[in-house]
């Protein structure tokens, strides 16, 4: 049976409060091995009401020692990529597929964003974002549920989950390695994302009706 990640603590009408209850219950998590090798949950940050939210792949080592996501280089390149679309972080919201660190940052392993994703799916269902933006292979994949590569889905958005647009990016770590090439197709994703806030205004697209099952389904 999948574990159910919807707190189960009295009836909260609060969406920001039942967020809450969601981040503390994922602070005990130990729905898989990387509870035995963490330093602390990475659960997410920003405004809870965020009109667009990002999700990237893990946390890495510094995400781990202070708890919170992309606070090292790449992070410092997603606050300037903010910056130049007229964005803060405080205005955004940021989270991971996994929620915890893999040991010396390898790749997530598939039983450990199976045993993670539902957080991820709450966090989304809850903030209920205009806009998300994945950063990177891992996030884009599970997100669509497709197994076309990060290059080739980049800077195109998609008709998502409850009315929500979805555009892939390279993850901020690709540009950091990649140069100017990657970190100005970085700028072109995050102007698209810009003028898809302008367009939308607060109007959320209504939900496809071909939608695909499997897709909606993604989460498990």
């Not at 990016?169 to 810009?194: K, S």
């Amino acid at each position: 049976m999948a574990p159910n990640y919807a707190p189960q603590w009295g009836v909260v009408s609060d969406s920001v409060q039942i967020l809450e209850a969601l981040k503390a219950r994922a602070l005990v998590c130990t729905q898989c091995g990387l509870a035995d090798t963490r330093t602390q949950v990475v659960f997410g940050v920003g405004d809870p009401r965020a009109r667009l939210m990002f999700v990237g792949e893990a946390p890495g080592q510094n995400e781990d020692l202070q708890g919170e996501p992309f606070v090292g280089a790449a992070g410092k390149l997603l606050d300037t990529l903010l910056d130049e679309i007229g964005m803060q972080r405080s205005e955004v919201y940021i989270a991971n597929v996994l929620k915890c660190r893999p040991p010396g940052n390898r790749d997530p392993r598939p039983d450990e964003i199976d045993s993670c994703k539902g957080y991820l799916r709450e966090q989304i269902r809850l903030i209920s974002p205009e806009v998300v933006m994945t950063l990177g292979n891992f996030a884009t994949k599970l997100l669509l549920n497709t197994e076309i590569g990060i290059t080739r889905l980049r800077g195109r958005p998609h008709s998502w989950w409850l009315g929500a647009m979805l555009v892939p990016t390279f993850h901020p770590a690709a540009a950091l390695r990649g140069g100017d090439r990657v970190a100005g197709q970085m700028r072109e994703d995050f102007a698209l994302v810009r003028s898809l806030l302008d367009a939308t205004r607060g109007e959320r697209a209504p939900m496809e009706r071909d939608f695909e099952p499997s897709q909606m389904e993604l989460f498990g």
